[in-house]
């Protein structure tokens, strides 16, 4: 579909003011292509990917939705084995998450900003991108500054066999918490901009590689978990950065818990 514009200022149309419904579900082995559209406020969320679904996502806004929802919740879910692509695009979420990203999913981002804040709900956490148990790759290989930003959360959550994939994001750093915060994840570094203030947390069984060569530092704080040992027996392991030749000094300040590995 070339262009779609859902809601908008003044009108519901071709928006549900239930909050159960989302303007767009692509649900058991379907498609959906998007070019040059806008989703804007519904009451519920703006897509709804699951099933072993696909979508593909260009040149969009999405904006103002989750206008009826009192609680956290994502402007994009893309679930259970579904595939997502979303390119160029702007994404801006009110209601506490951007997009959430579950079970076996596999998304890549690619020149896209998402914004997102806690304003329309009582929460007062907000994440751009929650993963469990999925693939994420986010890129941008222009010469065009592409940010994520939360407002009072982590810009990245990520959990349970997870993979990230990043090259060229800019974090929005304004925010006390961690930037990017995962538990039993891989997460692999490559043409980030360098000079960011990025603070990453690595849980229990996580991985961080850098699989590019960088010339100052671009991590200014990694935490890491000091894992799990029960009756002597390890269980979970520490947080581990592998810096792949690079030099320690590309991380300001590391906390004991963490490997740092050559």
Known sequence: MSYLHLGGSGTSDGNSSDTKNNSINVSRNSYVSLRNSRIEGNFGQAIQVEHNSSMNLEDSIITGNGVGIDYSSSCISIGNLSTAGIYRSNLISNSGRGINIWNGSIVHINETNITVDASLITD?????????????ELSNF?????????????????????????????????????????????????????????????????????????????????????????????????????????????????????????
Not at 124 to 136: E, G
Not at 218 to 231: A, E, K, N, P, W
């Open 124 to 136: 007062t956490y907000s994440t751009a991108l929650n993963v469990y148990d999925s693939a994420l």
């Open 142 to 262: 222009s010469n065009s500054a592409f940010t994520l930003s939360s407002l009072d959360g982590s810009e990245i959550n990520m959990n349970q066999s997870s993979k990230l994939s990043l090259s060229g994001y800019s974090f929005d750093t304004t925010s006390s918490s961690d930037d990017i915060n995962v538990y039993e994840t891989e997460i692999s570094l490559s043409q980030i901009p360098e000079g960011q203030d990025i603070k990453i947390y690595l849980g229990n069984d996580s991985r961080l590689h850098f699989n590019h060569s960088f010339s100052s530092e671009i991590i200014s704080q990694l935490s890491c978990s000091s894992g799990r040992t029960v009756d002597n027996v390890r269980i979970n392991m520490p947080g581990i950065a592998y810096l792949n030749g690079n030099n320690s000094t590309l991380i300001g300040n590391t906390s004991p818990e963490c490997i740092v590995a050559d």
